[in-house]
């Protein structure tokens, strides 16, 4: 029986988020002081207080998100837990394949703070507000996705940029061109098609600026061999080489999150549990759709903690 663990990405943050982890485990606490004094600002107020829209903004929600899945971790930590016995494979959803890094000791808690925090400005500063755009299509087949993004992105950036299962699919660009291929998909039959309300045009070929800026970052903080392999958003490989990592971690920052067909290796490779570490559900849900043999638990509060404790041994 193989455990993975799994980091949620942006969208899953909520006001209040990790307070009850900190009151109940020192350890806990710790994280959050350690991303404080990183960033030096008091974002555990922020997290804990809100408001929702200043948390909200990527350069906060990502190094947030991140503060409360290494919460959890140092709290399973405290209790005796054991990342490299105990489970198999990490992986996280975008900003969360950080905060998986971070948990199996690629990063510090401290530089993975400071990592999102330069990869949410880079990524805001990268296209001009306005310019760029996302939209949710489902209900429709990749290839025509793929193909209404080819058309409307002619001379323009327009590509899939997330592909998190259960036939949801994410596209990135300019915004007239991801608009040309939300009305073509429409066109073609899809049940829902939504422009999401984002601040850029996450993980499209218009980051390549802060593809950049993340590369000179990574460059220039201290990195270990990971105690877990973790599955890569672009590759959906395995790996525990710090350079390989690095590597990937520029490329995710313009290049596809391949959360669907990370499901399926891991059920492919003998994963039969799927944990979500930190704020929200969102990861488990996608999980059920994709692969029903494959159970799914959280652990986000200290509830959560105790009944994955008394599961793990």
């Known amino acids: 029986m193989a455990i993975a663990f799994t980091f949620p ?9 990790g307070k009850d982890l900190a009151e109940h485990f020192p350890e806990a606490r710790r994280v959050f002081q350690e991303v404080d004094d990183a960033l030096g600002q008091k974002l555990s107020t922020l997290i804990w207080e809100g408001p929702e829209e200043t948390l909200t903004l990527t350069a906060n929600a990502q190094p947030a998100l991140m503060a409360v899945s290494l919460a959890a971790i140092r709290a399973l930590e405290s209790r005796g837990f054991s990342m490299r016995d105990k489970v198999g494979y990490v992986a996280g959803h975008s900003l969360g394949e ?28 990268a296209v001009p507000v306005g310019e760029g755009a996302m939209a949710a299509i489902i209900g429709l087949e990749q290839a025509d996705i793929e193909a209404a993004c080819a058309e ?20 990135s660009g300019a915004k007239p061109a991801v608009e040309k291929a939300a009305a073509i998909c429409t066109e073609k039959g899809a049940k829902l098609v939504r422009m999401l309300q984002v601040s850029a ?10 593809a950049e800026a993340m590369r000179e970052a990574l460059a220039n903080v201290t990195k ?12 959906v490989t395995p790996t525990t080489d710090p350079d390989a990592i690095a590597k990937r971690l520029v490329e995710q920052v313009t290049g596809r999150v391949r959360w669907r067909e990370t499901v399926e290796w891991f059920g492919a490779n003998g994963v039969t549990t799927l944990y979500e570490i930190g704020s929200g559900k969102v990861l488990s849900g996608l999980a059920r759709r994709i692969n029903r ?15 994955a404790l008394a599961a793990l041994g």
């Open 293 to 307: 043999d494959i159970a799914t638990a959280n652990i986000g509060n200290p509830a959560d903690i105790e009944a």
């Open 201 to 210: 045009p996450f993980h499209s070929a218009l980051m390549a600026p802060a």
């Open 152 to 171: 409307a992105g002619k001379g323009s950036v327009c590509q899939v940029a997330n592909d998190n299962g259960g036939g949801q699919l994410v596209i």
């Open 9 to 17: 990405g942006q969208g899953s943050q909520a006001v209040g988020m």
């Open 224 to 235: 270990a061999a990971p105690s877990v392999p973790v599955i890569s958003n672009v590759t």
């Open 98 to 125: 950080y905060s998986a890094l971070a948990a199996a000791g690629f990063v510090s808690v401290a530089d993975a703070a400071k990592l999102l925090r330069i990869r949410g400005d880079a990524m805001q500063s």
